[in-house]
């Protein structure tokens, strides 16, 4: 299929606040859920020796949403992994309540920037690997570079992942899985407010707004070719990049697909450990 990077609500920096919630809250439950787990591993495999690499002991989520699915990440990275790490969560449009409730969970191990944080040029004493998990669809791929060019820049780690596949078949099971989501699960997800309420199933403004979304996030998906063309564009040295996609088995046998895309300094630990694995 090929990409097209049309209108999505939760872009609009107009888009009320109880949608741009509705978006993010949904977007949280849903990569936390326990048919994702085993995604969330991969994840954290994959997180794991970047951090080692590159000496990170605090990930730096950008465009955090709701906060995505760090704290079950960050729980496998530690309990599982025997690598404990730090997360600060940053968002242009922080989700305030959601931050305080990642806050809460996370014993200490999570905290949240509640200024506007901007991807593009993230603060130089926010020291540490950025994450972005689907989040790099929103942008056209001039933006998609510059922000990318601004961790190059920076010389910090950037991980981009991104559960979605452009594909007919995953368009279709978007769709689906977009509108249940939405009306079954809404008492579960965040808080229900009365405007969330008629909103969601009076007058149903939010499926609908969700359902568009989910549906043009799969059209946005940048495959791996691509994110690795994206990068390959930023022109950064003494930078490696890598590009690729894992699938997982998720309900009734449907494989769930992730594409990601991984940028570091070169540094003498990294060329260490790449010269041990080709060795290995």
Known sequence: MPRFHLFEWEDQPWLP??????????LRYFLTMKLREPVNRAVAEHLKPLLISTGSTRIIDLCAGAGGPLLNVRRILADELDQPVEILLTDLYPNIEAFKLCE???????????????????????????????????????????????????????????PLERSPRLFLFTGIFA?????????????????????????????????????????????????????????????????????VRGPFGIMMPTTFLIGCPVTPAHQAMAVESSIG
Do not use: N
């Open 179 to 247: 509108l249940w989501h939405a009306f079954a699960l809404t008492p579960y997800v965040g808080r229900m407010t009365v405007q969330r309420f008629l909103l969601t199933y009076i007058i149903p403004l939010c499926p609908a707004i969700i359902l568009w979304d989910g549906l043009v996030s799969v059209l946005r998906t940048y495959t791996p070719k691509e994110l690795m063309g994206l990068a390959d564009g930023v022109g950064a040295k003494d930078y490696e990049w890598k590009a690729g996609g894992f699938e």
């Open 104 to 162: 809460a969970a996370g014993g200490g191990a999570i905290k949240a920037r509640y200024e506007p944080t901007s991807a593009f040029d993230v603060p130089s004493d926010l020291q540490g690997l950025r994450t972005l998990f689907t989040a790099l669809h929103h942008f056209k791929p001039e933006a998609a570079q510059q922000l990318l060019a601004d961790a190059a820049r920076k010389r910090q780690p950037i991980a981009v992942f991104e």
């Open 17 to 26: 606040v109880v949608f741009r919630d509705f978006i993010t809250d949904h």
